[in-house]
């Protein structure tokens, strides 16, 4: 998951650009390799953007007013409908996080939390922690091993009842259980796991996680408990506002800011929110009217990095999109080069498409596995189809059986970068013989009543990515992975994650991940389009906030210079 919020879990998604889930070559789908006009140069995977400030020099107090673009529909960031950026940037600041990550993705134990968390065999794959002592949920409950083993109990896959985003990296654990005190923790593995530092953080309290049913309901209308530096003293559904102030059961560095005030507010009104000083940052993304906006606005900065986060189309699977000849003419058809150059380039970005489903265009690891796909081809698409028995019309429009190709795009409303981009694809696929309906849909369960569910034939979010891509993305791409929306998927990308997510050396599971990249693009899963610009404007007396990059936020640290 997802995160200024990088959670270890899964992959978080994001509506918009400003939530958060490629140069123009001179033909019409240019892949990332090749070199293009634009001379910006590519944000560095090691560096951020926050304004940054040793924790003892940033001044006490104030109240950070923090825009989200929906109410959370679950507390619950790990269950189905809690898994999204919004919930994930809220309540990540309430829980005890264990691993923290800098912006080369280096982690550091939060000693706060555990002080000892190490590997001390590897066959079995044995884990030992030591949380410390001092730990406590607000409601005095000391944070021990149920804890730990609550999270694994949840999150194995060995009772569906619980509805998990994930189950990376839980469903090969064999144990969890007690040491030599209740704050003692031994994690045996079934099968090694390589990215064990994803794994436990946050913690979220045993209650949560005791059964199915509270597990999916009891944070529904907010959580019963918190664990961090915050806690959540208003909720008010109404005004759409969530308040958080300092938990006095915190036992670590008190946080600088007195409160966060978090208000939903549609992507669209962000940057005049910021403007009129009703809010104090807004996330850009890839939005051109934002980027323009606060560009204009006096005392505001820019800040500027490259993260695991990539915009990208998702293909559904019902209807005609279940024949994997029409999902690959969709792909076909899809005008990346196009996307990327009319988002990024006025952003001072550069315009590069993303030719993975894995990595980023700014990691070492990265490399093009689109083969044929790579390319948009309009006339191969439209052989696609005339192999699936469609034929083209007097209109333009392919059909079968009579019946015209339409594909429905749902997009969140109040998101202009969505509407930008479908209105674009739609062109596209329309010179393809596809015709699109644009389906705009109530931003606040965008996710929850069509994403999650697989109700659409196309739709476009980001998904927020960890610092730990082969592991987190397998619930994105494996046939059952709970973050594989549309289920699409194949026994060989299962076969294949199974070995990666197991393989403990990293150049192989790199190999490894080309060979699965490869497939998910042959099964017409999705399409990336690029990598999402890192890009937030803050006021300019904000520290320690911006574009955090790959790092993650340490909500203790952030405040405002006198």
């Not at 995160?3 to 140069?23: D, R």
């Not at 634009?38 to 953007?49: F, G, M, V, Y």
């Not at 929110?273 to 051109?288: H, K, N, P, R, T």
């Not at 988002?343 to 070492?364: F, K």
Request: charged letters at 20%.
């Amino acid at each position: 998951m997802r995160v200024l919020g990088k959670v270890g879990l899964a992959t978080v998604v994001a509506a918009s650009l400003a939530l958060t889930a490629c140069g123009g070559s001179k033909d019409s789908g240019g892949s990332s390799g090749d070199k293009t006009s634009d001379k910006k140069a590519q944000a560095k995977s090691t560096l951020n953007d926050i304004n940054a400030v040793d924790y003892d020099q940033v001044p006490a107090g104030g109240t950070l007013r923090w825009p989200i673009d929906s109410y959370p529909a679950n507390f619950n960031l790990n269950q189905i409908d809690g898994n999204e950026f919004n919930t994930s940037r809220l309540i990540t600041s309430t829980l005890p996080i264990v691993w923290h990550f800098d912006a080369g993705s280096k982690p550091t134990l939060n000693s706060d939390v555990v002080d000892k968390a190490e590997q001390t065999s590897t066959s079995p794959q044995t884990l030992e922690y030591h949380i410390n002592p001092k730990a406590v949920w607000s409601d005095g409950t000391p944070i021990t091993y149920k804890d730990f083993a609550g999270l694994w109990k949840a999150h194995n896959g060995s009772n569906k009842a619980y509805k998990v985003a994930s189950t990376n990296g839980y469903e090969q654990i064999q144990s969890v259980e007690k040491g030599a005190t209740d704050q003692d923790v031994k994690v045996v593995f079934k099968a090694p796991y390589p990215d064990w530092k994803a794994l436990f953080s946050p913690l979220t309290p045993a209650s949560l996680n005791d059964s199915p049913a509270a597990y999916n309901t009891a944070w529904v209308n907010g959580p019963t408990v918190s664990g961090g530096p915050f806690k959540i003293s208003t909720l008010d559904k109404t005004a759409k506002t969530i308040t958080v102030v300092h938990n006095d059961k915190w036992w670590g560095k008190a946080p600088k800011l007195d409160k966060i005030q978090f208000i939903v507010l549609d992507q669209a009104a962000q940057a005049k929110a910021l403007q009129s000083d009703q809010i104090d940052f807004v996330e850009i993304g890839s939005s051109v009217a934002t980027y323009a906006t606060v560009k204009a606005t006096p005392g505001v900065s820019i800040h500027k990095a490259g993260g695991p986060n990539w915009r990208h189309i998702d293909i559904g699977s019902s209807g005609p999109l279940a024949d994997v000849k029409v999902r690959q003419a969709v792909s076909l058809a899809i005008d990346r080069a196009g996307d990327a150059k009319t988002m990024l380039s006025p952003l001072d970005w550069p315009a590069t498409v993303l030719d993975s489903h894995i990595w980023m265009n700014n990691q070492s690891q990265y490399k093009s596995t689109c083969g044929d796909f790579c390319k948009r081809d309009v006339a191969k698409a439209g052989s696609l189809l005339e192999s699936a028995g469609y034929t083209k019309g007097s209109d333009g429009i392919y059909a079968k059986a009579g019946k015209p190709l339409n594909l429905n795009f749902v997009i969140p409303n109040g998101v202009k970068t969505s509407a930008d981009e479908s209105a674009l694809q739609q062109k596209a696929l329309k010179d393809a013989g596809i015709k699109v309906t644009i389906k705009s849909v109530p931003s606040d369960p965008f996710f929850s009543d069509y994403v999650l569910v697989g109700k659409f034939d196309l739709t476009i979010f980001s998904w927020i990515g960890t610092p730990f891509p082969v592991s987190s993305a397998q619930s994105i791409y494996t046939s059952t992975g709970g973050q594989n929306y549309a289920k699409i998927g194949s026994p060989e990308i299962d076969a294949l994650y199974k070995q990666a997510v197991s393989e403990l050396d990293p150049n192989k599971a790199t190999e490894l991940t080309y060979q699965i990249d490869q497939k998910v693009w042959e099964v017409g899963h999705s399409v990336p389009l690029y990598q999402r610009p890192d890009l937030v404007a803050t006021k300019s007396n904000m520290v320690n906030f911006g574009s955090f990059g790959f790092a993650d936020v340490v909500y203790e640290s952030i405040g405002f210079k006198k």
